[in-house]
């Protein structure tokens, strides 16, 4: 099993640019998330979703889109990049039986 | 509105010293306490999971346990790979959404 698995690991975009954020999970799980991790701010929560076909604002959703068409695949969409959007952003899942979470290794994202 | 506190925020620590890193929280039911491990660069790792007061877990060095206002993670006789940030987060009765705090970093010196 590889987990939770997130592409690209860094990127560099210019202000008004787009992207995607790839996010995959091998775990069969049901809860998937998006947190962004700022230095000293703890994460905080941009999207989830608990299933395939649903998806719902966390603390942070401005300036961010999510869709959610399997299962596996959770990919979080920035479409005017801006600088405030500058962090390291990870992806969780989340089975259904057990509480924990698990992390994909994180995007640092830097807006020029 | 769930609140996580940790404290402290840094620690610094002569290898073999032991102490312990905080986790307050208010919540409308607690349905379970979480402690992570994250190293730079990398995603938080799981590490316990705590559903009731009076619960203890251990794994190797650490041991966290739970009253109803806090948690602790206790490190004991710690080594430099110890070193990380450690997360706490707590999941409100009804609710499958953590509320994170802001971590304690830990650093301990050979």
Partial sequence: NAGVTQTPKFRILKIGQSMTLQCTQDMNHNYMYWYRQDPGMGLKLIYYSVGAGITDKGEVPNGYNVSRSTTEDFPLRLELAAPSQTSVYFCASQGARSNEQYFGPGTRLTVT | EDQVTQSPEALRLQEGESSSLNCSYTVSGLRGLFWYRQDPGKGPEF????????????????????????????????????????????????????????????????
């Fill in chain 2, 47 to 110: 590490l316990f999971t705590l559903y009731s007061a009076g619960e203890e877990k251990e794994k190797e060095r650490l041991k966290a346990t739970l009253t109803k206002k806090e948690s602790f993670l206790h490190i004991t006789a710690p080594k430099p790979e110890d070193s990380a940030t450690y997360l706490c987060a707590v999941q409100a009765g009804g609710s499958y959404i953590p509320t994170f705090g802001r971590g304690t970093s830990l650093i301990v010196h050979p």
